[in-house]
């Protein structure tokens, strides 16, 4: 580390992390059916009024207000789907449309009444009630949106409401961001791919595994690049051959240890550091910068600490990459259900789980940074402040749910 003994403030590092992140420019035009989880690159206006025409909100009668109470004849029957003459105003005196949910009201009428609070209802007349209200389920041409308003902002992640929308318009095409291009690399010598044997002295590697799955759960596409060998000659060429990536995200080789030379290799390639050691428990070791134009994300090697710092790191500083105007960590309040202790003069980053508005910290916060089932038995991260000794039982903490899931036990859901 550039300096052993001064660590930068964690919301320091957060700030610095962002900045060095500029929204890609290069776009493309994709198919509907591909769109979800891309990010909109310019904004979509609404080229059909919603709804297009007049139409009716129920089965029943089109009437004229005026008519309340009155035995009508039934001028025709209207369809969903019905056009020009079909729809054509045609009504005499003491006369009404029979019509169905979604069909065009002509424009001598103003009222639709249900079939179901009609009376004496026969093929060719129907006496409607005394009491209505005057347009009373139409549904207004433009009334829920007009040609020319945003439908939705460049930045937004595309998601199954937009995708209604948007075939809402008979649009099938849509201007996206280019995915960013992200390599994962690994360092370690006693690293073995979980296809291969091991021996004891020898470890799975399982960061990469777990990155790119991380990333795919995000909406990212990455690529698993290798393992960056232990030397820094070798690491150096390693590295060199990646700047063609947009990110570049590795885990391990970034602390102090004799065979630590991630940081240098990447110093060597002319990287510029944002910062180097956070104070933050864990991931203390974390370092970013850019190198040329690729985005460089050096991780702790452990694999709890590279998980959690990449959820609270690395995956918005990708979002804002990408283009999405909606980068920062969405947290939810919850009540501390059990007190647990944190330690003071680091932010520290506390693994739980976040259920029907209750945080339950993992393993009474004693679990190592070393560990991987630590982060599979939780749901959330909860972020102290320096100054913080512990979480009482009770306390109302904010927390950022991952791996968000429906839950087992079924509760109270209405308010
Ligand atoms: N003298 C100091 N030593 C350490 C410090 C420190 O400040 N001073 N920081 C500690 C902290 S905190 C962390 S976190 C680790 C991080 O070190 P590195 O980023 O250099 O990571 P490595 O030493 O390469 O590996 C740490 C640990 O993780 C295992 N590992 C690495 N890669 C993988 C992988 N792909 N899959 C699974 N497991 C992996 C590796 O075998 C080690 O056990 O440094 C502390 N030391
Ligand atoms: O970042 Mo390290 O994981 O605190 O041990």
Redesign the pocket.
Known sequence: MSNKLRYLDFEEAVKRSLDLAKATSFTEIIPLANAIGRVVSEDVLCVKNLPAFNNSAMDGFAIKASDAGKTLNINKVIYAGDKGEAVKESLWDNECYKIMTGAKVPSDVDTIIPIENCFDVTDKTVRVPENIKEGANLRLKGEEQKEGNVLFEKGEIITSSHVTLLASQGLTMIKVFKKISIAVVSTGNELKEPWESSDEEEIYNCNSYALVSLLTENGFDATYSGVIPDSLEASKEFISNMKNYDVIITTGGISMGDADFVGQAFLDNGLETAFHGVNV?????IMMGKMENTIVMCL?G?P??AMVNMHLFAVPVLHKLQGSSSFYHDVNFAMNHQDFKTKQGRVNVVLGTCENGGFKVTRNNKYG?GMITALYESNSILVTREETSGIDVGQEVYVIKFNNKLVKKQTNIFN
Do not use: D
Not at 281 to 285: S, T
């Open positions: 428990k864990p991931g203390r070791p702790p452990n709890l600490t940074s």
